[in-house]
Every structure is written in C-alpha cells, then in structure tokens.
C-alpha cells in the first residue's frame, strides 16, 4: 500500500474532546471542551457512560462546525468494547449512515482515514469521525474487575477515559488532511499485554519509514510527529528504531500516551492508551495548536494492538497496526 | 507476654511468605489467579504429607491464613472424614473443612455487592 | 524491522524497567505480616472472650474476608493491594476480594449471571483445584490405609 495524496484535501471543520477526571487533571487539561469528574457521564453503568460521552463530543462537534446531525453523511466511530457497542449506541439517536470500526488505539487514524478519502472522493460531503475508550469498560472487559487488587508493572499503560470527534468536510477553512497512509498488520512476537508498546512500536517503525521512503521527506520537515499510543516503552524503540533507520526524530516526536497524563505526578506508569488517548489529544490539544498557528504541518501515527481476551488466553502474539494521516494547515504544496 | 510472641511469629512467617510470592509476581508472568491456584494446590500437598500442621502449631495465624493454610485445611477435613466414613470421605472431607472461609467469602461478597458500586481506580 | 522476533523480544526484554523487587517484597512482608498478626492477635482475643477453639478457627478466617469483603465494598482494597501486591493477595483477603470484586462490577449485568455467575471468574479455580487435589489426596490416604 502506498501513500495516498489527497488532491482536494478535507477540512476538518469541527473537533472536540471530552475526558474522565484523570485525564483533565493532566497537563493537556485546558485543551479538552468538557470533564466528568465521576466518569459516569449521568448514566448508571460504564458502557452507557462511554457512549454518552462519544455522544456527547460529536454534538460538540457539530456545534463547534455549526452543523446539525442531519448535515453529516456518515459516522464513521469505534470504541474498544465487544461489538463496538459504545459507538452503536452513541449514533443511534444521530439516524446518519453509520460504520463501526475496529482498529484499538489505531481506531481514531483509522476512521479518519477512511471519512477523509470517501469526502475527497465526493462520496459524502461532510462526515463524523469518532473514537472512544473508557478506563472501567476496558478494564472490566480485557484485565481485571475495577475492586479487584492487583499491581501493574511499570511498562503496563493505563486506558484514557476519553472521546474526540472530528467533522471533516470537503469545504473549509482547515486544517486539512493531505495525505493518508493505511498500515499493515505487523506482529513482532509480543504476547505481554503488559506491553503493548512494544507490541505496536513495529507496526509505526514500518507504517513511518514507508511513508519517509515513499514521499522523500525526513522528520524534520514536519512540526510534529505523533504516535497514537506507544506510552514510554514504545517511544523508546521507534526512537531506536527509526535512529538506526537513519531517521532522526528526537526533537519533533512526541506520543500521545506520554502527552495525556504528567509522568511526575500522576501514576500511570508507561502512560495512556485505548481508542480516546490519541483522539482527544488531537481534537483536543492538536486542533487548539493549528487554531493558534503553533502548528502548520504534522503525521499523526495511530497505534492499535489487536488482540482480545481469547488470544491472549491462547498464548497468541499481539498483532498491530499503525495508520498515518497527515494534517496540513495548507491546502496544497509540500 | 506470650501473645505478644504470637502476634511476632505471626507477622514474620506470613510476611515472609508473602515476600517469596511477591518474587513469583515479578519476576515471571504468573497471573494472580495462577498463584492463589498454585499456592492452594501447594498447601493441599504441604498438608497431606503432614507438613503443614507442626507449621501452623508453631506460626498460627502466619501459617494458617495465606492460602496455603486454606489449602491445608482441606487436606486435613480429607484425612478426618476419610478415617471416620472411608473412601467417601475424600469427597466430603474437604469442603466440609473449609466450609466457613467458602460460604462466607460468597455471603458477604454478595451482600457487600449489593450495598457498594464499584468505583474507577488511580 | 530488520530484526527477527527473537532478537526483538530480547531486545524488548532488555529495555523494559523491571519490578522494584525489594521494594515490593518489603512492602509484601509489612502487609502480609501485618494481617497475620492482626489474625492472630483476633485469634487470642476470640479465646479470650472463651469462644471454644475449634470455632475460633473458623471465626477467625470469616472475620478476615468480611474485613476484606467491606474494604473491597468500600473502594479502599485495591488502593492497598497496589501497594502490598502479595502482602494482600496471599492471606485469605486476597481470595476474598478475588470473589466480591467481580461480583460488584458486573451487577450491571444482573443479580444471577451478573453477580452469581461472574462472583467466580477469578477464584473458581481456587475452589475447583484444591478440592480436585484434596480428594485424590482422599483417595491416595484411603488407598493407604487399605493396603498397609
């Protein structure tokens, strides 16, 4: 698969970004648009929360883009739950053509991937891309009950209670998402769901050094890298990595799982993850960046590893996935 | 006097197996649920060959409460039943001599299920 | 990647902070040792206030899990096993919250396979192996004693 350019480049017209209480008590915490303290989201079990809360970051959204539900020609949103049941019952009130997405922690690249190319393509004109995780579905869903005592090892990352929505319109004021580049799934052997960095920190070496391969272009061209969610673990092999690849990416590589939480003051030993850590940083703190215009041009490199319960219990590897959007405050040229 | 030596032994021969747990925990790949399993199988095993309970005599509570104790309780409501009813007893020995940890862990854990809502942890 | 599995999962080994080990084995021994203690120190007290032996041994334990059952309840259980690792999960407390901690989550699910069903997702196989390795202990003891 190769780099897809994106001629008429989508605009991202609206975006927001809503978080559980951890998350806003983070360093990113100014550029998220709403917190529950409570996580509850007003709603009496943590799946119903998790969809409330993708639901309600779409209609912030489509606020922010003065848009109704009705304007949008698709829904494009995934979650880490069985079934992708956040994201299903999120849309259901919205009556819009919906697809779920599976991708993990990639989901919020993924749906951005494929919303951007069906908007240039003149499919839709304008479409929602949504991705959501929840600390208390996913841990109940792939660990342990939330009472239950236990310790994490250090490399373990905690699931972000977050959602971020991303309208993209073929017209608009941008920033724009210029190029795309779907990844392959890449499984190095890890079986350690104590360490998904490492298990998803192959999948952004190749998905990244085929775009810089493809296109010419080095680390430096761009203002930022960022990964999805590799944590500390993964940042520090694709350093590696790409170092030895002859990439120098050390002073604009950043990941979004370092990004959420402070490393000093908050306990959350390698950093976030799951489906919301990489999509409310970037429709949270990445959207207020290009606003400001402390950011011009960017990759967004989101991670997923896609495992679940069954294969971890079969002692299967954790396959993994990175899909790479770049985004772009000018329409056109390099 | 001599409870205050209890309460030491106690302290010392629990927290002492505890430490050796611990080094399972971080160093191999052992789930919890794989642990409490091999510690109960272990004390099941401790008990049978007559082991565990000159180790209860001397530590008490330090021996009898980590789960190996639990583990030895059903070795010795086997032996107990099986010398008073024979074979059958293998059945019944055991849980009859754990019964009460059992029935209380289902009892309260429902009840307290009920009264508590789980909450999101740091 | 141009490396092969192996050399990156030696690689990745090699990168990965371990465990604070002598931390969390003196964090394990407090705790643990702390709960024995206080085990025994109940142990004397029952014996004390005459309650015969043979149901202080069974008091005893019941006491422990209803402790440990109320701090799960409460959210104060997985604050002090993050800490403790071991010094909590060995005593019988750790077997206790292994019961009520599933059962609290998925009330959402309902009262019988919500809380009745998941209540043994973690410590069934406690049950199911020491009473499978009890009674071939049974059977080997009677065996025994038939034939010697």
Redesign the interface.
Known sequence: MSVIRLENAPSIIGYAAVV???ESEGPLSDDFDMHDSK?KFGM????KAESEMQRVALNLALAKAKLTGKELGAIFAGDLMNQCIGSSYAAECSHRPFFGLYGACSTFAEGSVLGSLLVERGVFAKCAVLASSH??TAE?QFR????????????SQRTA?AAGAFILSAEGEGPYVREVLPGTI?D???T?IN?MG?AMA?AA??TLTKYFEETGKKPEDFDLIVTGDLGK?GH??ICD?MKNAGYDMSRVYNDCGLMLYSTQTQ?MHAGGSGCGCSAAVMAGHIMKRFEKGSLRDMLYIATGALMSPASLQQGRSIPGIAHLVRISAERSGE | MSLLWDMVKAFLVGGAICAVVQIFIDKTALTPARILVCLVTLGVVLGAIGVYKPFIDFAGCGASVPLTGFGATLAEGVRKAVDERGLIGALTGGLAGSAGGIAAAIFFGYFFALVFRSKPRD | MNVDKQTYKKYVASRAPASPLVKDMFLAFVTGGAICAFAEGLYNFYLFIKIEEETVRTLVPVTIVFLASLSTGLGVFDSLAKFAGAGTLVPITGFSNAVISPALDDKSEGLVMGVGAKMFTISGPVIVYGVISSVIYGVIYWLMGVLL
């Open positions: 559980g209480r951890r996580e009496d079990t943590w799946e600390f208390c109940r342990y009950p939330l009472e239950y005592g236990g310790q994490r090892t250090p490399t209670t890449v190095m052997g890890i350690d360490n490492a192959p070496y190749d673990e520090g092999i990595f306990d």
